[in-house]
Every structure is written in C-alpha cells, then in structure tokens.
C-alpha cells in the first residue's frame, strides 16, 4: 500500500519544471555554464543549435530569474500534472520558435536568454486548459485577455511593465512573450482537435 501511495506520490511531482528550474539555478550561479547555453547569434549560427533550446534558461538578474521561476513552476506544475508529455513538446516547440522569431527577425539581437517567454506562453496555455472549470473561469478570461493586452503595451513602449531593481544589462524582448503566447494558443487548438479526432474514430457498438 505504501509503495504505491509513494509511486502515485512520484508521478504527481513535477520533475520536468523542477529540472529546468535547476538548470536556471545552476546557470545562474556559474556563468561558464551560461556562456555554454546562452543564445548567441554567432554562436548559433555556426551550428551550435542547442543554444535555441537551452539559452531560455539563462537570466542576467536575480530579478530577471525569480519573476520568470515564479511564474514558471505554478504554469509547469498546472500543465505537468495533466501530462508531462505536453509540458515537454510544448516547452520545446515555444523555446524554438522563440528563439528562430528573434534570430529572422532581429538580426542585430547578438545575445538573447531568459524564460519569460515559455512563461507567458505556459501561464496562457493553463487559462486556456482550466477555462472550462466554473472555479477558474473569471481569472482565465482575464488571463486570455489581460496577457495580450500586457505584451501589446509591451511591444508599444519598449519596456516591463514589470519593475526592476537596480541595472539591469538587458532589454526585455516582448517579441518573444508574444511568440511564446501564439506557439500555445496553436499547440492547444492542435492537441485539442487531435482529441476529438480520436473521439470521432471510434466506432458506435450497437448491440443487436
């Protein structure tokens, strides 16, 4: 009985977004590691392809990590307890379209990290998730509303609306909030019509 309460236990805890939080961490406290994931255009362009993938998990700032942590582990642990798999091919498909948006589209952008965008991205892709449940349906219409709203006033003014303490020797990219917000609202609409496809496949019984 206790070995399966535990096993229930495990699969309940969030390893996924715990290990990419640790991954965070230990890049931010050691910056030879950084300068290995850190997105660098040059870098990247010569074939080091990781850096798409790896470079979310780099901040500059204590600022800068504990906001995008924060936000991360309550979105990653929401979406991982439904399904690990779609935390992980989510996670994915935003760091690469992020990262590919900003490489085409800003081309004098040498060095880019942070997770700011998968987080805006994930916390979208939970109010989209819980939408439905009548105890979360207000705070997910503000969510589906207010986080556009927010990367638009973003975009518009060049800056946070978030406040940082202190210089800070970046500037954010709402681009990348932005792409992290599409890449989920399609994943969902993929995911979901995929599900209702399976529904409909499967043949009515009738009993005779």
Known sequence: MDKKKSQTQMKKFPILTFSIIFICMVSFIFPKIASVLIFDREAVLNGEIWR?????????????????????????WIVERKSCYLLFFLTILMAFF????????????????????IACGLIYYCALLKME??????????????????IAFEIYSNASVLPYWGHQPFVIMPVSHAMGVATAFL??????????????????????
């Open 52 to 76: 798409l993938f790896s470079s979310h998990c780099v901040h500059l700032t204590i600022n800068h990590l504990v906001y995008n942590l924060f936000v991360f582990v309550v979105a990653g």
């Open 98 to 117: 992020i990262c590919m948006t900003l490489l085409i589209l800003n081309p004098g952008m040498m060095v880019y990290g942070g997770l700011s965008g």
């Open 187 to 208: 994943f969902y609409l993929g995911v979901k019509n995929i599900a209702q496809g399976m529904q409909t496949s499967v043949p009515d019984v009738t009993c005779v």
């Open 133 to 150: 449940e009548e105890h979360w349906k207000i705070i997910c219409h503000f969510i589906t509303v207010g986080l556009p709203v927010k």
